[in-house]
């Protein structure tokens, strides 16, 4: 019998064990270390050239404030600035918008959808944030959107605020409540506690938002199957239009991460736990009205409203990512703003766009980052990808298509790709599987 290792069968990568440190949730393709200065060029031509034809435009803003960085936190966030800091760098954020609005790419495009997340949009102040939205409007208006999305932390909003919120044109309100344990919620390092939750709950039900979303996160340190089963019945019994659940990652950059990268002991739930807590959610929702949306979200069966900001990023939308660290995509170029807090506001005061690095994409790759987002849904028709690009996906990726059917995540037919319960809980880590041989192994970030 000879000793020499074999290699790691591929199937055994679709169950890890252990919550490694390293980013496991994909958002976008290529992978982000893939992307580079070189290609700011192509993102310059895209910008002034006309857009392409049909393309749905979005923007997102970056708002980076926080009362405090959440131990699981990857996101550039800032929780020292004051009412000047925060007041400069809105200015730059329209200024940025104003550039962006005078070029070939997006001059006279109406707007799909508006994104504003974070970092803590809800931090800032009724008063700043009616400002700047007049400011913005001059240049882009957003009155026809099919969609004004907003993230909000409970512990920062007052009646006002959301007032605020619903008088800018905030269609979809997305609460991070993450957990309803104060224990937990104090352990992972988030601002709130439980009772400001319920504090702002009916403020928001009051202002009749036509969605209303909720975040939890299966797997935060001090978990267990007592405060997890808790934690979504009152998901339930707040009744939101929508349920988003994510399952605990510990991608590099946290402090969480950090201090398991120096020996420190961080007891993070093993991936089967968190994906059966994430299944007894759905479980639980679906029980109770709800439908499945996503991998991630459920919607109330009465709810027609859909998540328009999703649904055209992992169609191909144009997307102007504005703010400091923000990612955007404009006619098949991914750009990425500069993540230092100076260098972003010294670019905009000299009249630059403050980029840091692109990918000027491959038909290809646009191809495989529409199919590997959309497999999120759980159902691709693969007519869809045959009239768009002329590809027959299941043909073109049937090894990793009849390896996936081998392993139980998912069937397929020439017609349509059905991920199985059990592949929809693993789809972040089947995704790699599309993935071109340069990309196979690499750091996402």
Not at 271 to 288: C, D, F, G, M, P
């Amino acid at each position: 019998m000879s000793s020499t290792a074999q290699p790691e069968p591929a199937t055994s990568k679709l169950e890890p064990k252990k919550t490694d440190v390293g980013s496991v949730f994909v958002s976008n393709y290529p992978p982000y270390s893939a992307w580079n200065e070189e290609d700011l060029e192509a993102a310059r031509e895209a910008l002034e050239s006309p857009p392409r034809s049909g393309a749905d435009l979005g923007l997102y803003m970056h708002i980076p404030f926080c009362r405090r960085r959440c131990k699981f936190c990857y996101f550039r966030v800032y929780t020292d600035k004051n009412a000047r800091d925060i007041e400069g760098y809105l200015d730059n954020l329209v200024g940025e918008i104003k550039t962006y609005s005078e070029t070939p790419a997006v001059r006279g495009r109406p707007l799909k959808f508006i994104y504003f997340g974070g970092g803590t949009p809800s931090y800032i102040s009724a008063k700043h944030l009616r400002a700047t939205v007049e400011r913005i409007k001059q240049h882009l208006p957003w009155d026809s959107a099919q969609e004004v999305a907003f993230e909000c932390e409970p512990g920062t909003l007052t009646q006002s605020k959301v007032e605020a919120i619903k008088d800018i044109g905030v269609t979809r309100v997305s609460l991070g409540v993450e957990h309803f344990n104060d224990d937990i919620l104090k352990e992972n390092g988030r601002a709130h506690q439980s009772e400001e939750i319920y504090r702002c709950w009916p403020w928001i039900q009051d202002n009749d938002f036509a969605q209303v979303n909720i975040d939890l996160i299966s797997g935060m340190v001090g978990e267990s199957w007592e405060t997890w089963k808790e934690a979504v019945q009152k998901a339930i019994d707040l009744s939101p239009d929508s349920v988003t659940i994510y399952q605990m990652e510990l991608p590099f950059n946290t402090t969480y991460s950090s201090h398991i990268l120096k020996g420190q002991e961080i007891e993070v739930a093993d991936w089967e736990t968190k994906r059966a807590w994430h299944q007894y959610a759905i479980e639980q929702l679906t029980s109770n009205g709800y439908r499945i949306s996503s991998a991630y979200t459920l919607l109330k069966e009465d709810q027609k409203a859909s998540f328009v900001y999703r649904d055209a990023v992992w169609q191909g939308a144009d997307m102007m990512g504005t703010g400091v660290s923000a990612f955007g995509h404009m006619s098949g170029v991914h750009i990425q703003n500069t993540a230092s807090w100076d260098d972003y506001q010294s670019a905009l005061g000299q009249g630059n766009l403050p980029w840091k690095r692109a990918f000027k994409t491959t038909a290809d790759q646009r191809l495989i980052r529409e199919m590997i987002l959309q497999l999120k849904l759980g159902r691709l028709k693969t007519d869809y990808f045959h009239d768009k690009f002329d590809v027959d996906i299941v043909e073109r990726f049937r090894p990793a298509f009849e390896m996936l059917r081998e392993a139980g995540m998912l069937d397929f037919t020439p017609q349509v790709i059905q991920l199985t319960p059990k592949g929809l809980l693993r789809v972040d880590q089947l995704l790699p599987q599309f993935y071109e041989d340069q990309y196979q192994g690499a750091r996402y970030t």
